[in-house]
């Protein structure tokens, strides 16, 4: 099975600050790779899709890269409405599985 | 707008059953891959199972193979997760999600979940 580590864990910025959140995949997954932000209490939604996709309706402060097995979430301008935990997330297809990472925990400094 | 709304969340005791349900709306259901995806309490997410826009397919997390069972009705644009012989360890709360069309890849939207505690 392929595992996700997703780093830092838990992360504290100020508004304006750019914040990097990093994801490695355990082998190569090319760029089957999602981002999603839950915010307390809602559920999870998602922001980009094969790595570095944005989905619609989401601001462009949010992006994404990466390939193979290393893989960046960033916001270029933290908003105090960012407060939420990030989460990757992979797939394969044969079979279907699709694994989280840990969640990144992002708090205003 | 799409919606996803999940009932069926309760207090049960471990080796018990629960049927778990999720009305959609808001798109052509029948056209869609299905996901339940569940969250213990304060812990991160984790993929449960999928089923095919017709039910021919089906997929579990090895965590719960064998104990549940995905289905969907798609008269009634329903999901379903059929859930026995529950553990302490299947207490989360449970969103149903959808899939985009024609893939098997991401969860672009999700109902708000349903709290299952085991105990």
């Known amino acids: 099975d392929i595992q996700m580590t997703q780093s830092p864990s838990s992360l504290s910025a100020s508004v304006g600050d750019r914040v990097t959140i990093t994801c490695q995949a355990s082998?190569?997954?090319?760029?089957?790779l999602n981002w999603y932000q839950q915010k307390p209490g809602k559920a999870p939604k998602l922001l980009i899709y094969?790595?570095?996709n944005l989905e619609t309706g989401v601001p462009s402060r949010f992006s994404g890269s990466g390939s193979g097995t290393d893989f960046t979430f960033t916001i270029s301008s933290l908003q105090a409405e960012d407060i939420a935990t990030y989460y990757c997330q992979q797939y394969e297809n044969l079979p279907p599985m699709y694994t989280f990472g840990q969640g990144t925990k992002l708090e205003i400094k | 707008e799409v919606q996803l709304v999940e009932s069926g969340g309760v207090v049960v005791q471990p080796g018990g059953s629960l049927r778990l349900s999720c009305a959609a709306s808001?798109?052509?259901?029948?056209?869609?891959?299905m996901h339940w995806v569940r969250q213990a309490p304060g812990k991160g997410l984790e993929w449960v199972s999928l089923i095919s826009w017709n039910g021919g397919s089906t997929y579990y997390a090895d965590s719960v193979q064998g104990r549940f069972t995905i289905s969907r009705d798609n008269s009634k644009t329903s999901l379903y997760l059929q859930m026995h012989s529950l553990r302490t360890e299947d207490t989360a709360l449970y969103y149903c999600?959808?899939?985009?069309?024609?893939?098997?890849?991401?969860?672009?939207?999700w109902g708000q979940g349903t709290l299952v505690t085991v105990s």
């Open positions: 999600a959808k899939d985009i069309r024609g893939g098997n890849s991401r969860f672009d939207y």
């Open positions: 808001g798109f052509s259901f029948d056209d869609y891959t």
């Open positions: 082998q190569d997954i090319s760029n089957y």
């Open positions: 094969d790595a570095s």
